[in-house]
């Protein structure tokens, strides 16, 4: 599975992006995808997954102003950030959990600045 990224950018205070994550390749066995976001000096977290049902889960810290979700025709997850806080400020990393083979992949991340 390769998974490319992309959306990131600079944003003002209270703007929104949008991330896109193109995936490619066996993507008939992928369960889970997710995006999650690693800021300077802090561990990797996850900001938000859609289940291959179309369940979703979130950080609580962006609930409310972020939806992920997907375009099964296009093997794309989205992830719209809304009300943007200069605290979202990370690196955001799309992943994607297959069950066979059971592994875990993960696309190169997309840099998200919030600030004025």
């Known amino acids: 599975v390769q998974l490319q990224a992309s959306g990131g950018g600079l944003v003002q205070p209270g703007g929104s992006l949008r991330l896109s994550c193109a995936s490619s390749?066996?993507?008939?066995?992928?369960?889970?995808m997710g995006w999650y976001r690693q800021a300077p000096g802090k561990q990797r977290g996850l900001v938000a997954s859609?289940?291959?049902?179309?369940?979703?889960n979130y950080a609580d810290s962006v609930k409310g102003r972020f939806t992920i979700s997907r375009e099964k025709d296009k093997n794309t997850v989205y992830l719209q950030m809304n009300s943007l806080k200069p605290e979202d400020t990370a690196a955001y990393y799309c992943?994607?959990?297959?069950?066979?083979?059971?592994?875990?992949?993960w696309g190169r991340g997309t840099q998200v600045t919030v600030s004025s």
């Open positions: 390749g066996s993507i008939s066995s992928i369960v889970i």
């Open positions: 859609i289940t291959s049902g179309g369940s979703t």
């Open positions: 992943s994607a959990v297959t069950n066979i083979p059971a592994a875990n992949y």
